[in-house]
């Protein structure tokens, strides 16, 4: 009986010893095809990361939004194009970039990174070139210079409404306001009224906590998880906002959000809201459902809210992070304080009476701290990523297979020692004169804040227009002390996408001055 269960066992554990070596030997084929017979094998690069996408993983989630530090030192290590994953390349070269993202290129997205948005039927995540391309002809218009200065009354109007509540409500309080607040509210209802003829009135919320401005900050911090769990973004898009509002107020404010968006193109649809018809601006609804481009199938309520719904998360978080760097910087170094005031004093010698937006682009200290602002914290903070299909990338002596992925880092990139000495502090005088880099070429040249290419920002103008007229406005109007605030609230330390400062930070904070 003894021999009768041990040959039992024997034969029992069998198929599990040869289903264990036969995982080990399909683990070390992969890994050693993935080190040494890869088509990027011969990339440069941490042997780790060549073997496999943890290291990304492990960065992204468990040290929270810090990969993009790792690439970082790993250029510092191994050189401007180095294998992050065994995968993708990543490539850290300011002359290189306008290569890559040229106007000419035919680069596609990442086809497993649509889901994470949950906005897939938006231009901006549609992942084939020619298609992009079709689909963002029907609705770039809208975003057209002319279209934008039509619009900056109501940007102007807006910005007075709001430095006058600030005089009435703030000055001479000594009550803490939280500029990162103020500025969300504003280019929400701007973007808001600007895509959709929309207005949710954040900017007249107390002390300017609107509900929607705070959950989308709360959804570009949980960008991780929904790359890295793919699913997660699916499950989340099926539960009812109540329910989402229960488990997380932040993504049940945005969730409620969407919801409205939804309700309204509903209506818009059936013809019992034809409010957007009697804007004086044309909106997204105008442009999309009367292109002759778009098919019957891309000019659905579907489509309609994923394309609104992507026009307001691209339009409130990174104008309103360049706008508080700048006014961070601005009060905390006093003869950049002085100087932008005494600018402005002279340009305009009436603050109720602000001039066109044409004549605020061209104050050049005005400009200056602008440009500097939108370096320090414009742009996408993670890897734009694209691949070829069809062709191969050269960079130097090294060539990246047709379907490699591959991509440069916009901060990285305006982060660059060589390009901008100093590169961490604020030096608006370095855009001034011209401004040139060390090499001799512009520095307009390295500012990718809003990319290049077939794929660079739609809303660049929108944003532009928004930086001009709401700084200017805002230091011409509001005499600002910082209130217990220190570099640490608008210094990039993570990357959740976009680029956000250290945890913990309580934002820009100040009190309003009273002014005689």
């Known amino acids: 009986m003894t021999n009768f269960n041990a040959i039992f066992e024997a034969v029992s554990k069998g198929p599990s010893i040869y289903a264990f070596a036969l995982a080990l030997l399909s683990l070390a084929i992969v890994l050693v095809y993935r080190l040494f017979f890869s088509p990027l094998a011969h990339i440069p690069g941490p042997k780790l990361a060549a073997v496999t996408g943890l290291v990304e993983t492990y960065y992204d989630l468990v040290k929270g939004g810090q990969f993009i530090f790792k690439l970082q030192e790993w250029h510092q290590q191994y050189g401007p194009i180095i294998r992050i994953t065994p995968w993708e390349v990543h490539i850290l070269d300011p002359e290189f970039f306008d290569e890559m993202y040229s106007a000419k290129s035919k680069n596609n997205k990442i086809a497993h990174l649509k889901h994470r948005l949950g906005i897939t039927l938006a231009t901006s995540e549609q992942i084939e070139h020619a298609e992009h391309h079709r689909r963002r002809s029907a609705i770039a218009p809208l975003f057209a210079t002319a279209r934008v200065r039509e619009f900056s ?81 699916r499950v989340l898009s099926m539960v009812p906002p109540k329910m989402l509002a229960k488990l997380n107020a932040q993504m049940g404010a945005l969730g409620a959000f969407y919801a409205e968006i939804d309700k309204q193109i509903r209506l818009i649809m059936e013809g019992e809201n034809k409010g957007y018809e009697d804007v004086a601006h044309r909106t997204v609804f105008h442009e999309i459902l009367s292109s002759k481009i778009l098919r019957p ?5 579907e489509v309609l809210s994923d394309e609104a719904q992507s026009i307001v998360l691209a339009g409130i978080e990174t104008t309103k992070a360049i706008m508080v760097t700048a006014c961070f910087w601005v009060l905390e170094k006093p003869e950049v304080n002085e100087q932008l005031r005494k600018e402005l004093e ?65 901060t990285l990139q305006q982060m660059h020692p060589d390009i901008f000495p100093g590169p961490h502090e604020f030096r608006p005088e370095r855009w001034l004169n011209g401004g040139l880099a060390p090499n001799g070429r512009p520095l307009s040249r390295y500012l990718v804040a809003f990319g290049k290419g077939p794929r660079m920002c739609l809303g660049m103008n929108l944003a532009n227009a928004e930086l001009y007229i709401g700084l200017a406005t805002f230091f011409r109007n509001i005499d600002a002390t910082l209130f217990e605030t220190d570099r640490d609230a608008v210094d990039v330390a993570h990357d959740y996408f976009l680029p956000r400062p250290k945890h913990g930070t309580k934002g820009v904070r100040v009190t309003v001055n009273q002014q005689h």
């Open 153 to 233: 009354g109501y940007l102007q109007s807006s910005m007075d409404k709001l430095c006058s509540r600030l005089r009435q409500e703030y000055a001479g309080t000594g009550k803490v306001l939280r500029l990162d607040d103020v500025f969300a509210a504003w280019t929400t209802d701007a973007v808001t009224w600007y895509a959709m003829a929309m207005s949710y009135g954040c900017a007249e919320h107390p002390d300017f906590k609107a509900e929607f401005t705070n959950a989308s900050e709360g959804l570009m911090e949980a960008i991780h998880a929904l790359t890295h769990v793919p699913w997660l973004a």
């Open 297 to 301: 199938d891309e000019k659905t309520p």
């Open 346 to 410: 002279a340009a305009i010698p009436d603050p109720s009476n602000m001039p066109s937006l044409s004549s605020l682009q061209n104050l050049p200290y005005l400009s200056a701290v602008v440009q500097e602002a939108t370096r320090l914290m414009g742009g996408v903070a993670q890897r734009l990523f694209r691949t070829n299909p069809r062709a191969p990338l050269q960079y130097g002596a090294y060539t990246l297979p047709p379907g490699t992925i591959f991509g440069m880092s916009i």
